[in-house]
């Protein structure tokens, strides 16, 4: 797994068991929305400086966020809870 998306699933998984939304998180730590969003996604090269505000942030070592099998376990569990919900859609209201 990508560095990158392993740092981004765990900033997701902390910040949402922090009950934290994507904008609530970006004011703590520093940065926009937008760019919250983007690191969640994997799609930013995060400085030292982002790492540790994050962390601070968040509550958490820095290590918590670039733990890979963390980021692999909440992947799987976020993907099966995206499913479940998609199949309950498409079942529509139960009569």
Not at 1 to 11: K, P
Not at 19 to 43: C, F, K, N, P, W
């Amino acid at each position: 797994m990508d560095i990158r998306r392993a740092f981004g699933l765990n900033v997701r998984r902390l910040r949402l068991s922090a009950g934290l939304s994507q904008e609530a998180a970006a004011d703590l730590i520093g940065v926009g929305r937008t760019h919250q969003g983007a690191m969640e996604r994997g799609q930013q090269n995060v400085t030292l400086l982002i790492l540790a505000q994050v962390a601070h942030a968040l509550g958490c070592s820095w290590t918590d966020l670039l733990d890979v099998a963390s980021a692999r376990s909440f992947a799987a569990s976020h993907t099966a809870t995206k499913r479940s919900r998609r199949t309950q859609k498409s079942k529509g209201p139960a009569r």
